[in-house]
C-alpha cells in the first residue's frame, strides 16, 4: 500500500531534534568493513530504507550483520566479514540504491574480483560511474561492461597509481581511496571530493589500519598495505538533516535546536546563506539553535561541491525563497535534473520558472495546501517544510523517498510541536 503524508499547514517548528548519524557518511563505512576480514562495530548508524538495503547487500555477499538499538534514532551495526562468499552485487538491489556501488573498490581491493550492476540513471540525473572505473583502472583492475554489469578483475592485486578526478565526484573519491588503501605502493589522488563524509571514512581506515592523509583538502595520498584490521567507529552527524530542519524552522517563523555536533564547522557556507536570507543561528552545547528573525529576504544561491552550498540542501531551499521578499535565483551545478520539485512547489502557488541550470524564483506572501508528489528525497523534506508554512492541508505522495534518507520522521518533527500523519492511500 502506497503511504502519503498530510501535512496540516500554518504549522510553526518549536523544539529540539537529535540530529542522527548521517547517511552519506554510514554507506561508505559500511562498505568499508567489506575490505578486512576482522570485522566492523558501527555506531551511530540511522535507521533508514538506504541503510537497510546496504546491508541486504552485504549480507548477500557473505557479511553476517546484527543490529542494536541505541535508541530511536541511531543503531550500533556488528559485521562479521571474515568469510565472503559472494562478488556480486546484483541489478535488484543496485537499482534500489546507486550507493551500493561502493562495494566495488573493497571488494576488488580484497577479493581480487567483483561484479557489480550498473546502477543507471535516477531522477536527479543520469549519474554515470564512468569516473569510478577509470580510477580503478589506474590502479590496475581490468574492467568489462557485460549485461548491464561491471566485472573488475586484479587477480594480481592492485597497484599504486595517480589519478586525478577530471571532476569532483564524492563516492567516486570514496571508491577509489577505499580501493586503494590495500594496493601495491602509494596512490596520488587529485582534485577528489572534500566533504566531511569523505574524510570520516578516511579516518575510519586509518583506524583500521591504512595509511591516508590529506583528506578535507584536493589531494589525498594512500600509502598501501597488506591487510586492514576490524574497526569501532561512530559515524559523524548528518549535515544534510540539520539543515534540513534548520530550513524548517525559518519557514515557519519558528526555532530549534540541532543536537549533535558542531554543525557550523560543516556547514558554513549554507549557514551563511541562510543568515543572508533572514534566519539567525547561535552556538549552544553539542549543537546549534536557529531561529526566524520574522523576516525572508531574497538571495541567490549556487549549489557546488563542499565547501560550498550542498546540492543536497537545495530543493529545501528552494521552498524557503518561494517565501522570500523580491526575487531570487538557484543555479544548480551539480545535478543536472534536480529541480523537479519547482513544479510541485508551483502547484502549491510558488511562482518559479526553471530554464536549464537555473531556476528564478519570486517570493509569494503565502503557499496554499495542495496534492503534491515527493521526486526525490530532499525534495521530500522541501515540500513537507513548504507545507508546513502554507495555508491549509497538503497531501504528499511518495513519501517512500523520505524512508531512504530521514529517520524518525514524525518523531522529531512532534518534539518540535509539528504534526504529521502518515496515511495509507491507493
Ligand atoms: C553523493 O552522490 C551523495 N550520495 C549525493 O547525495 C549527493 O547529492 C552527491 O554526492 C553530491 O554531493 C552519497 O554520498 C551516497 P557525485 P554521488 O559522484 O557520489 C558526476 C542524497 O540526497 N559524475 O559526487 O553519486 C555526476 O553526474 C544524495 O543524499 C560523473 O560524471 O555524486 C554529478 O554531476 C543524492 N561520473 C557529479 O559528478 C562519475 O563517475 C557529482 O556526483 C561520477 C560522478
Request: charged residues 20%; glycine residues 10%.
Amino acid at each position: 500500500m502506497v503511504e502519503k503524508i498530510k501535512v496540516p499547514g500554518s504549522q510553526t517548528v518549536n523544539g529540539t531534534v537529535w540530529v542522527s548519524g548521517a547517511k552519506n557518511a554510514a554507506l561508505p563505512l559500511l562498505a568499508a568493513s567489506l575490505l578486512s576480514s576482522d570485522g566492523m562495530e558501527l555506531r551511530n548508524v540511522p535507521p533508514l530504507l538506504d541503510i537497510d538495503t546496504m546491508l541486504d547487500l552485504l549480507t548477500q555477499l557473505g557479511v553476517i550483520c546484527s543490529i542494536t538499538k541505541n535508541s530511536p534514532w541511531a543503531n550500533s551495526i556488528k559485521l562479521k566479514t571474515d568469510s565472503l562468499y559472494n562478488f556480486t552485487a546484483p541489478y535488484e538491489i543496485v537499482k534500489k540504491m546507486r550507493a551500493s556501488i561502493l562495494v566495488l573498490g573493497p571488494l576488488l581491493a580484497r577479493l581480487g574480483r567483483c561484479c557489480v550492476s550498473l546502477p543507471g540513471g535516477c531522477a536527479i540525473g543520469v549519474r554515470p560511474i564512468d569516473l569510478h572505473l577509470k580510477g580503478l583502472k589506474a590502479l590496475g583492475a581490468e574492467i568489462d561492461l557485460k549485461d548491464g554489469y561491471v566485472y573488475a578483475k586484479a587477480i594480481k592485486g592492485l597497484k599504486g597509481a595517480d589519478f586525478r578526478f577530471p571532476i569532483v565526484t564524492v563516492t567516486g573519491t570514496e571508491n577509489i581511496m577505499m580501493a586503494a588503501t590495500l594496493a601495491d605502493g602509494v596512490t596520488v589522488l587529485e582534485n577528489v571530493a572534500r566533504e566531511p563524509e569523505v574524510v570520516d571514512l578516511a579516518n575510519c581506515l586509518n583506524s583500521m589500519g591504512a595509511k591516508i592523509s590529506g583528506q578535507g583538502t584536493d589531494v589525498i595520498e594512500i600509502k598501501g598495505v597488506s591487510n586492514l584490521g576490524g574497526a569501532k567507529y561512530s559515524v559523524i552527524p548528518d549535515r544534510i538533516e540539520a539543515g534540513s530542519y534548520a530550513i524548517a524552522a525559518g519557514i515557519t517563523e519558528g526555532r530549534v535546536d540541532l543536537i549533535g555536533g558542531n554543525f557550523r564547522n560543516v556547514l558554513q557556507s549554507f549557514i551563511d546563506k541562510m543568515e543572508e536570507i533572514g534566519l539567525i543561528f547561535s552556538d549552544i552545547e553539542n549543537g546549534i539553535h536557529v531561529e526566524s528573525s520574522g523576516k525572508l529576504l531574497s538571495t541567490s544561491v549556487c549549489t557546488s561541491p563542499y565547501p560550498g552550498f550542498p546540492t543536497d540542501l537545495q530543493a529545501q531551499t528552494m521552498s524557503l525563497l518561494c517565501l522570500a521578499e523580491g526575487e531570487s535565483e538557484i543555479t544548480e551545478n551539480i545535478w543536472e535534473n534536480r529541480f523537479m520539485h519547482a513544479a510541485e512547489l508551483m502547484r502549491m502557488g510558488a511562482s518559479i520558472s526553471v530554464s536549464g541550470a537555473k531556476a528564478h524564483i519570486k517570493g509569494v506572501k503565502q503557499l496554499t495546501g495542495a496534492s503534491v508528489m515527493a521526486t526525490d528525497l530532499r525534495a521530500s523534506f522541501g515540500l513537507i517544510t513548504a507545507a508546513l508554512s502554507a495555508s491549509g492541508d497538503t497531501t504528499i505522495d511518495r513519501v517512500y523517498h523520505i524512508d531512504r534518507g530521514y529517520s524518525c520522521l514524525e518523531e522529531k518533527f512532534k518534539g518540535c510541536e509539528i504534526t504529521l500523519e502518515r496515511v495509507k492511500g491507493g
